[in-house]
């Protein structure tokens, strides 16, 4: 029972597909919390991640002092009109992704900064697991952080963190962050819309839209990743059968690629054929995890499929960088 409570991804496709709207992942969330509390869980490859993040910040047992070492070579502002939430698995992992980003906000003229070792884990590894205790401290701690900043808005390249930041904070806080959060498609399509984003070279390449299911379902970010894409000259965007509310889950979410990586795997290859199917070059994807995961997903059918970050797309699309 333990293990198959467990093997919910926190995707929401249960929630949408309820014709009576059952809010089936906050109660499954619920019952792994019950499961910690009676000592039965969470599985051996969660039981890691309260230990590090409490310690570290970070569930990758990374120091912290170097949590923000790769944006040494960007023009950090002491009056940011945006914070740039980077999260752990960028940070750590992902950096590519992280500079990426960065240097689109650059390209648009947006005065950014981070909490660089200050930034602490959104906690969404330990409430997706049913470990609850350390994410209303973390969420204070964020909120601090931003109000210290005087900027009035947060932006995050992971979906995980934008739906933990801003609905599981906004739980743990008891009400208004006092900012906004926002995704980086979200806060692409506002430059685009401002004139601040600029395209200057045509990207000759038929792509796909693979909808991450925290940003997506949970977070109910749909248009503003496709209004960005469509804008980019050159583009054929095409749409797999299961996209929006009906996107199918990469199988990486909730700590289930940590603990049955071989399922997950087959997940995200069934969603790259899916892609397959429809002519497309390229996935697009807003999430680190799904990236992840659906490379693996082509690598395990044998395909040349890649899975590629939104903002890695955008500046392909600018054109080189003074």
Known sequence: FVERVYWCTSCGMCEHACHVEIPFPELWEEVKEWLVEQGVGPLEAHKGFLSRIESVKNPFAEP?????DWADDFPLSDDPEVIYYVGCTESFRMQKIAKTTATVLKQGNVPFNIMGDEEWCCTSPLLRTGQTKLTKSFAQHTSDMMKASGASV???ACAGCMATTKR???KALGGD???EVMHVSEYAAKMIDEGRLKF???VTRKVTYHDPCHLGRHAGVFDAPRKVLEAIPGIEFVE?????ETSRCCGAGAGFKAQFNEYAVNIGADRVQEAIDTGAEQIITTCPFCAVNLNAGAKQ???????IDLMQLVLEAIGPQM
């Not at 912290?64 to 923000?68: L, P």
């Not at 797999?240 to 929006?244: D, E, F």
């Not at 059918?301 to 899975?307: C, S």
């Open 64 to 68: 912290e002092t170097t949590r923000g």
């Open 200 to 202: 200057n070279r045509s």
């Open 301 to 307: 059918l044998g395909v040349r499929m890649p899975t």
């Open 168 to 170: 599981d904070h906004t």
């Open 154 to 156: 947060m932006i995050t």
């Open 240 to 244: 797999m059968p299961r996209n929006r």
């Open 177 to 179: 962050l006092g900012y």
